[in-house]
T-cell receptor
């Protein structure tokens, strides 16, 4: 079945640094979603992308829908300690069941003050 | 927002459990996910207007209900140790649910 692969698996950066992470698939996605999950909480939707090539920002976060429709990228600028958490990419597969979201395995971000 | 109850639960293997979810106002699609430790959420099933609208690769002992007020239940029978996980409810406007908003989850531990 369709899978989403996220890289890197984890990152440990200094406060103030920029962060980049990506998500790839062997098959096409028509929607890409980026979520952040804090420990013991549910995922929070950060950015939704609907068109190939689309670039969308939410504060210090910027995400892009890859031209091939098989990948997406999330960038965080000037990281701060509250950016710590697990970032997931997700999308609905093209099997006809638009209700299902497939999630990547997550990128864990740690920020050193 | 989406609210789930209870937040934590401990059950014994073989027992049955019911988890509850209240959707975000105006959302009539609800989905349930299972998230094992260190992994991304896995889709269990989705309900739209009280009808099941898709199911993931979970056995029939996982069942659900959606009520007219768009609240929902997840029932799991004959609990197994591997059912220990964070169970997440997500609601979406309209049918399909691509743009899903999650509750805080219920942490289920099976001993």
């Amino acid at each position: 079945g369709q899978q989403l692969n996220q890289s890197p698996q984890s990152m440990f950066i200094q406060e103030g640094e920029d962060v980049s992470m990506n998500c790839t698939s062997s098959s096409i996605f028509n929607t890409w979603l980026w979520y952040k999950q804090d420990p013991g909480e549910g995922p929070v939707l950060l950015i939704a992308l609907y068109k190939a090539g689309e670039l969308t920002s939410n504060g210090r976060l910027t995400a892009q829908f890859g031209i091939t429709r098989k990948d997406s990228f999330l960038n965080i600028s000037a990281s701060i300690p509250s950016d710590v958490g697990i970032y997931f990419c997700a999308g609905p597969p093209n099997s006809g069941n638009t209700g299902k979201l497939i999630f990547g395995q997550g990128t864990t971000l740690q920020v050193k003050p | 927002g989406v609210t789930q109850s209870p937040t934590h639960l401990i059950k014994t293997r073989g027992q049955q459990v019911t988890l509850r979810c209240s959707s975000q106002s105006g959302h009539n699609t609800v989905s349930w996910y299972q998230q094992a430790l260190g992994q991304g959420p896995q889709f269990i099933f989705q309900y739209y207007r009280e009808e099941e609208n898709g199911r993931g690769n979970f056995p029939p002992r996982f069942s659900g209900l959606q009520f007219p007020n768009d609240s929902s239940e997840l029932n799991v029978n004959a609990l197994e140790l591997d059912d220990s996980a964070l169970y997440l409810c997500a609601s979406s406007p309209g049918q399909g649910g691509a743009r899903a908003f999650f509750g805080q989850g219920t942490r289920l531990t099976v001993v």
